[in-house]
C-alpha cells in the first residue's frame, strides 16, 4: 500500500514537471511569433524608408515614415503621394503586402497578451483549488452548513439568487 502511495506520488510528481515544461514551450512559442511578426513589420518599414527616401522618391525620413503609416492604417490622407510611375506601381504592391503584414502582426500582438492572460487564470486558478483542498477541514464537504439532523449534514444551497436579481432589474 505504501508503495502504490509512493508510486502515485512520483507519478503527480512527473505530470507537474512534465505541465510545466509544457507551459514553458509554449511560452517560447508565443513569444516566437511576436517576435517574427513584428520582425516583418520592422522589415516593412525599412524597406519603405529605403524605397521611398533613395530609390523612387527623394523624401526625407519623417514624410517616408508619415506616407508608410497613412498607408499602412489605410487612412490615405493623400499627401505625399508617389510621383513617378514606377513609384506608384512600387506602392501599389507594397501596400498589399503591408496592410497584410499589418494585419498578422497586429493579431500575433493581440493573441500574446490574450495568451498571457489566460495562462495567468489558469495558474490563478490551480492556486485557488490548491489552496481550497489544503484548507478543507477532513470530514468536512463543500457547500454551506447549515444544521446537523441525526449525525447528516443539511446543505442550503441558492444559486437562483444571482440570476433572480439580474432579472428582475
Same mark, same amino acid.
Given at each position: 500500500?505504501?508503495?502504490?502511495?509512493?508510486?502515485?506520488?512520483?507519478?503527480?510528481?512527473?505530470?507537474?514537471?512534465?505541465?510545466?515544461?509544457?507551459?514553458?514551450?509554449?511560452?517560447?512559442?508565443?513569444?516566437?511569433?511576436?517576435?517574427?511578426?513584428?520582425?516583418?513589420?520592422?522589415?516593412? =518599414?525599412? @524597406?519603405?524608408?529605403? *524605397?521611398?527616401? +533613395? $530609390?523612387?522618391?527623394?523624401?526625407? &525620413?519623417?514624410?517616408?515614415?508619415?506616407? !508608410?503609416?497613412?498607408?499602412?492604417?489605410?487612412?490615405?490622407?493623400?499627401?505625399?503621394?508617389?510621383?513617378?510611375?514606377?513609384?506608384?506601381?512600387?506602392?501599389?504592391?507594397?501596400?498589399? =503586402?503591408? @496592410?497584410?503584414?499589418? *494585419?498578422?502582426? +497586429? $493579431?500575433?500582438?493581440?493573441?500574446? &497578451?490574450?495568451?498571457?492572460?489566460?495562462? !495567468?487564470?489558469?495558474?490563478?486558478?490551480?492556486?485557488?483549488?490548491?489552496?481550497?483542498?489544503?484548507?478543507?477541514?477532513?470530514?468536512?464537504?463543500?457547500?454551506?452548513?447549515?444544521?446537523?439532523?441525526?449525525?447528516?449534514?443539511?446543505?442550503?444551497?441558492?444559486?437562483?439568487?444571482?440570476?433572480?436579481?439580474?432579472?428582475?432589474?
Amino acid at each position: 500500500m505504501l508503495l502504490g502511495t509512493f508510486g502515485k506520488a512520483n507519478k503527480s510528481i512527473g505530470t507537474s514537471i512534465a505541465g510545466k515544461e509544457q507551459n514553458e514551450e509554449e511560452e517560447r512559442a508565443r513569444t516566437q511569433r511576436m517576435q517574427v511578426a513584428l520582425g516583418c513589420l520592422l522589415s516593412y =518599414f525599412v @524597406i519603405g524608408w529605403i *524605397a521611398y527616401c +533613395l $530609390v523612387f522618391e527623394t523624401w526625407d &525620413f519623417t514624410t517616408a515614415t508619415f506616407f !508608410l503609416m497613412v498607408t499602412l492604417t489605410t487612412v490615405g490622407y493623400g499627401v505625399p503621394s508617389p510621383t513617378s510611375q514606377a513609384s506608384r506601381l512600387f506602392t501599389i504592391v507594397f501596400v498589399l =503586402f503591408g @496592410i497584410s503584414i499589418v *494585419a498578422v502582426a +497586429l $493579431v500575433e500582438v493581440a493573441n500574446f &497578451f490574450i495568451e498571457k492572460r489566460e495562462a !495567468l487564470v489558469k495558474k490563478t486558478r490551480a492556486e485557488m483549488i490548491k489552496n481550497a483542498a489544503e484548507n478543507q477541514k477532513p470530514g468536512a464537504s463543500s457547500g454551506s452548513l447549515k444544521g446537523k439532523e441525526g449525525g447528516r449534514s443539511k446543505f442550503k444551497v441558492n444559486y437562483g439568487t444571482p440570476l433572480k436579481r439580474f432579472v428582475s432589474s
